[in-house]
Structure formats: C-alpha cells, structure tokens
C-alpha cells in the first residue's frame, strides 16, 4: 500500500468511512477538522486530484454505508436543528437531535430522495415539533435499484429506491423489526427481530426452524448459497449455518467464541472467532 494524500488539516486521526466506487473513483466521507463539518471527497487513485469533493453544506454528516447507482451515490445523511421542543412553560430550541434521511450525491451537490419517515412526533413527558427519522442504513445495489433498512413508523422494514421521491417505496414488511439483508437469486433474504427470537425469511415466507437467539454476518457466495451465524440461546455457542433456497442447516461449529467479519470469496468462506482466522 502507499499513501495517496493526507487530507487531515488537525493532527489526529479521523475515520475515512463510508467508502464507495462511483464511475471508476473512490468516493468516501471525512471530516477534515474544518467548520464544514463532513465532506464527501473522492480521487481516481493518484495524488494529483484527491480532494475534489462535495461538501455536505445542507447536512451535519454520513452515517451508515454506501451505495452506487447510475453513477450517482446513494447515503444516509444526518440533518440538525434547530430544532425546536415546545415544553411548558417555555420553549427549549436544540441542534442535538439529528434526522436522518435518504440523500443523493452527485458533483452538483447532495439532495433529498425520500424522507421516509415524514412529519414531526412527540417526546418524552413533553410535546414537541422535532421531526421523525427513518434512520436508514445498510445501502446496497441489487438489479437496478438500491436497497436499504428503514423505519416509517411500524417498524424498520426493508425499501428500496431508483434514487427519485416517486421511485421509492416499501420493498418487504415483515413481521417485527428487519436487522439484515442479502440476496439469492435476485430475491431478498432477511433476518428480523421480534422480542428476543431472530426469524428468517426469503422471498417473504419464513424459513422453518430458525428460531434463535442470535443471528447474524449473512452473507451470498457465488453458488448463490448464503451463510450466517446463529445460536439458539445466550448461553448456547454460535455455528455456522447454510441457506440453499429450501432450508437452512449447520455447516460448521460448535465456534469457541463470537464470531465476526463473515466473507465470502468465491465460493470460500473466512471469518474470525477468539482473534483467529478461519477458512
């Protein structure tokens, strides 16, 4: 690896994340210590051009992940206050609480694409005017369009987006709460939570006997098998489960600790428990 540029204007460390290729280019968010707060920049790879980026003017930052669409980027941006709490006696104006939303980024500049969850809710033991949040995260591109996990109000659900207002609309709503996504043959496969019990589900019908205490790091190979851990209680060790479309078994474990960072390289798996690699 080499050092491209060091962007950062104050001398510490801040995080270069989310990250996303956009028509041949690295585009990714930062905060160089300046007013501006986060920007999106980007670079082609080389340090001749590595900061021509847009500045989040309208936005107080990213948050989530990334997503590309008809070379444009598809985020989670954050809007804050002032925001106004309408208390008794007086009214209390904050710029703490943060709403966040769908945004599109292109050269010209970021806009809104959807706000998923619209209008303004109560507080707490007072009524105010701060405005609902969808919170959306976990951005990606499935056959034309981005997919994302959202709450409107019921719950948060899996949407997807052309990346217009009109284009925008609830993809899947499951029962309980979706956690996370992938896909198999061009069809969604969730986990979802309800109390304490993760369910799965595929193309909207439950998968029968997963049930469990835990579940997560799903995650597609090529063969279009998809691979996550569970474990059936708190107390119970994680194993490594395979979904082929039909059913999902254990393929692997027990594992002697968490496991993290499932990835999948062609039709190999590598993860890692207790700081160990595994293939």
């Given at each position: 690896?080499?050092?491209?540029?060091?962007?950062?204007?104050?001398?510490?460390?801040?995080?270069?994340?989310?990250?996303?290729?956009?028509?041949?280019?690295?585009?990714?968010?930062?905060?160089?210590g300046?007013?501006n707060?986060?920007?999106?920049?980007?670079?082609?790879?080389?340090?001749?051009?590595?900061?021509?980026?847009?500045?989040?003017?309208?936005?107080?930052?990213?948050?989530?992940?990334?997503?590309?669409?008809n070379?444009?980027?598809?985020?989670?941006?954050?809007?804050?206050?002032?925001?106004?709490?309408?208390?008794?006696?007086?009214?209390?104006?904050?710029?703490?609480?943060?709403?966040?939303?769908?945004?599109?980024?292109?050269?010209?500049?970021?806009?809104?694409?959807?706000?998923?969850?619209?209008?303004?809710?109560?507080?707490?033991?007072?009524?105010?005017?701060l405005?609902?949040?969808?919170?959306?995260?976990?951005?990606?591109?499935?056959?034309?369009?981005?997919?994302?996990?959202?709450?409107?109000?019921?719950?948060?659900?899996?949407?997807?987006?052309?990346?217009?207002?009109?284009?925008?609309?609830?993809?899947?709503?499951?029962?309980?709460?979706?956690?996370?996504?992938?896909?198999?043959?061009?069809?969604?496969?969730?986990?979802?939570?309800?109390?304490?019990?993760?369910?799965?589900?595929?193309?909207?019908t439950?998968?029968?006997?997963?049930?469990?205490?835990?579940?997560?790091?799903?995650?597609?190979?090529?063969?279009?098998?998809?691979y996550?851990?569970?474990?059936?209680?708190?107390?119970?060790?994680?194993?490594?489960?395979?979904?082929?479309?039909?059913?999902?078994?254990?393929?692997g474990?027990?594992?002697?600790?968490?496991?993290?960072?499932?990835?999948?390289?062609?039709?190999?798996?590598?993860?890692?428990?207790?700081?160990?690699?595994?293939?």
């Amino acid at each position: 690896p080499r050092l491209l540029v060091d962007i950062n204007l104050i001398p510490v460390t801040n995080d270069m994340e989310p990250i996303a290729e956009v028509a041949g280019e690295l585009w990714y968010a930062f905060d160089p210590g300046t007013s501006n707060g986060n920007t999106i920049y980007r670079t082609d790879g080389t340090n001749e051009n590595p900061v021509a980026g847009q500045a989040l003017s309208e936005l107080n930052g990213v948050s989530g992940s990334f997503a590309t669409l008809n070379n444009q980027l598809i985020f989670s941006g954050r809007r804050s206050g002032p925001f106004t709490y309408v208390t008794f006696p007086d009214p209390y104006t904050t710029s703490t609480i943060e709403e966040r939303e769908v945004y599109l980024g292109t050269d010209a500049g970021t806009t809104l694409v959807a706000d998923v969850y619209p209008g303004t809710g109560g507080f707490g033991w007072y009524q105010t005017v701060l405005p609902l949040s969808s919170n959306p995260d976990q951005f990606r591109e499935e056959a034309g369009l981005v997919y994302f996990i959202a709450t409107s109000g019921t719950g948060r659900d899996l949407w997807q987006t052309d990346g217009t207002s009109e284009g925008t609309a609830l993809s899947l709503d499951l029962p309980g709460n979706a956690v996370e996504f992938t896909f198999r043959s061009g069809q969604a496969v969730v986990s979802t939570l309800s109390g304490s019990t993760y369910s799965l589900w595929y193309s909207g019908t439950s998968i029968a006997g997963i049930a469990v205490n835990s579940l997560k790091n799903l995650t597609t190979t090529s063969d279009g098998s998809v691979y996550f851990f569970a474990r059936a209680t708190s107390s119970s060790p994680y194993y490594v489960y395979r979904f082929d479309g039909s059913t999902a078994q254990t393929v692997g474990g027990p594992l002697p600790a968490v496991p993290s960072s499932l990835v999948a390289i062609d039709d190999t798996l590598y993860f890692t428990s207790s700081s160990t690699l595994y293939q």
